[in-house]
């Protein structure tokens, strides 16, 4: 099992930034990849940025160049720095761990989410 902490949400007006982490505990040998989801009031939950051990990076055409992902393996953590927010940018971001455990299925763990709130 992973357990995930998530913080750094919050509310910010529109060219603003915040930073995100989520932090790791439990089974943290079998993660493959870290990152984050949105999900915004009535839409489905979409992709922002994750990346591999390898260092592999997948993003969003929407954090193109203003969303930054990084990575503390030593200390489990994943970080999402958000610059120049925008009010569509409003959701509730989750951790996302994709795990493999050895001679196991492959798990997806979610955090519990932080609210950010980009409005003027």
């Known amino acids: 099992q992973v357990q995930l902490v998530e913080s750094g949400g919050g509310s910010v007006q529109p060219g603003g930034s915040l930073r995100l982490s989520c932090v790791a505990s439990?089974?943290?040998?079998?993660?493959?990849?870290m990152g984050w989801y949105r999900q915004a009031r009535g839409k489905q939950r979409e992709l922002v940025e994750t990346?591999?051990?390898?260092?592999?990076?997948n993003y969003a055409d929407s954090a193109k160049g203003r969303f930054t992902l990084s990575r503390d393996n030593a200390k489990n953590t994943v970080f999402l720095q958000m610059n120049s927010l925008k009010p569509e940018d409003t959701a509730v971001y989750y951790c996302?761990?994709?795990?493999?455990?050895?001679?196991?299925?492959?798990?997806?763990?979610w955090g519990k989410g932080t609210l950010i709130t980009v409005s003027s």
């Open positions: 996302y761990v994709f795990a493999v455990p050895p001679g196991k299925d492959a798990i997806v763990y």
């Open positions: 439990g089974s943290t040998f079998s993660i493959n990849t």
């Open positions: 990346g591999t051990n390898s260092g592999n990076i």
